[in-house]
Every structure is written in C-alpha cells, then in structure tokens.
C-alpha cells in the first residue's frame, strides 16, 4: 500500500502562488509515475501534471510555463509550484501514484483563488 498526504492548499489572490505538498509513505518502490489532478465543481477530475520515475515531465497546457512539478527522494515528497494563478483554477488538487496496475490518490487539498 502506498498513502498519499497532500499540503500546501489555501486561499490566494489572482496573480498569487502556491506550493503544494505531497508526501509518500509505505510502499513507495517501484511507482513508475506520480502526478497531480484537480477538480473544480461541478467538473471531471483532470491532469494538471505529471512527472515519471526518471524525471520526464508533462503539464496541462493551460499551466504551461506557470506550473512546475519535482519530486525530493531523500524527502518521499512531490511538489507543485504553482504561479500566476486564475480563478478558474479553484479547485480541490490530488496527488496521484502510479504503480503497476495499481494507483493511489490523496484524500486532496482544496485551492482556492479569489480576490
């Protein structure tokens, strides 16, 4: 099993940053893709952003150039670095891990962009 504890989310004007948090435990070896997820009201869940076990990343196209997803595994933590942020991204944002056939998600933290 693997568990997935977001932090980091809170309320920020238009135009502000943020950092998020995701830290792993348990059975962390061998996940082949980590990634983060949002999901408005009302909205399906969608890919913000992606990084694979050897540091290939891949973003959104609207968080291009704004957006940037790490990882530090001496920390078992994953990050989002999120700027300039838009109203339209209020949402609640999940990590994700990828792991064979299985994946985990966390229980989310909500982002809320509004002046």
């Known amino acids: 099993q693997v568990q997935l504890v977001e932090s980091g989310g809170g309320l920020v004007q238009p135009g502000g940053a943020l950092r998020l948090s995701c830290t792993e435990s348990g059975s962390i070896f061998g996940i082949n893709v980590r990634a983060w997820y949002r999901q408005a009201p009302g909205k399906q869940r969608e890919l913000v952003a992606q990084?694979?076990?050897?540091?290939?990343?891949n973003y959104e196209d609207s968080v291009k150039g704004r957006f940037t997803i790490s990882r530090d595994s001496a920390k078992n933590t994953m990050y989002l670095q999120m700027n300039n942020l838009k109203p339209e991204e209020t949402a609640v944002y999940y990590c994700n891990a990828k792991k064979g056939r299985n994946e985990y998600w966390g229980q989310g933290t909500q982002v809320t962009v509004s002046s």
């Open positions: 990084i694979t076990s050897d540091g290939m990343t």
